[in-house]
């Protein structure tokens, strides 16, 4: 397995400005999970996927905020006309499926986002 | 609703001492807890987890935590810490009927000091 990954690593914008970010989940992972994390926070769950399915987003922050994970396998997050108040760190995670036994969260390196 | 308190924000320790971080929980339901370890700039590596059976559980790096269903507790502890395990740690409960979403703690980050 080569891990969960994401990319890019960092990214800095300018406040109104749209960014998108790339999770490569393990492959035959079915579960694909974000999360946010702020500084001194632990993660915050954003949204999630089965499959190609978005199974919740309420949690999402803002309807700035979208995600698509449109054939299954990788996924993008992306927020439009970022704030300075969405600089953090975005997590993605991936499981092999719902499950007390399957469905442990294996997380890739993040993307740190900042804010200008 | 699940959520978690970490007890200590800070645990600065000595090399070769032991060291425990304090995790509690709280969930009207049966729960899975897990420790989650972060490395500076980094993303979260499993130490451990626990879904049933035993009450003790053994992870990676020396680490093992004990689940106290009475007093809702997940402490993680080490006999013996490395310069190395510095870094930050969560403790994440999740269950069924959140369909296994994590929640996480606040983190306590630890300092092992020569």
């Known amino acids: 397995d080569t891990g969960v990954s994401q990319d890019p690593r960092h990214k800095i914008t300018k406040r109104g400005q749209n960014v998108t970010f790339r999770c490569d989940p393990i492959?035959?992972?079915?579960?694909l999970y974000w999360y946010r994390q702020t500084l001194g926070q632990g993660p915050e769950f954003l949204t999630y996927?089965?499959?190609?399915?978005?199974?919740?987003k309420s949690r999402l922050l803002s309807d700035r905020f979208s995600a698509e994970r449109p054939k299954g396998s990788f996924s993008t997050l992306e927020i439009q006309r970022t704030e300075q108040g969405d600089s953090a760190m975005y997590l993605c995670?991936?499981?092999?499926?719902?499950?007390?036994?399957?469905?442990?969260?294996?997380f890739g390196p993040g993307t740190r986002l900042t804010v200008l | 609703a699940q959520s978690v308190t970490q007890l200590d924000s800070q645990v600065p320790v000595f090399e070769e001492a032991p060291v425990e971080l304090r995790c509690n929980y709280s969930?009207?339901?049966?729960?899975?807890l897990f420790w989650y370890v972060q490395y500076p700039n980094q993303g979260l590596q499993l130490l451990l987890k626990?879904?049933?059976?035993?009450?003790l559980v053994k992870g990676i790096n020396g680490f093992e935590a004990e689940f106290n269903k009475s007093q809702t507790s997940f402490h993680l502890r080490k006999p013996s810490v490395h310069i190395s395990d510095t870094a930050e740690y969560f403790c994440a409960v999740s269950d069924r009927r959140s369909d296994y979403k994590l929640s996480f703690g606040a983190g306590t980050t630890v300092t092992v000091r020569a």
């Open positions: 626990y879904l049933s059976g035993s009450t």
């Open positions: 995670a991936s499981s092999l499926e719902a499950g007390v036994l399957t469905d442990t969260q294996y």
């Open positions: 969930s009207s339901v049966s729960v899975y």
């Open positions: 492959s035959e992972h079915n579960r």
């Open positions: 996927f089965q499959n190609e399915a978005q199974l919740e």
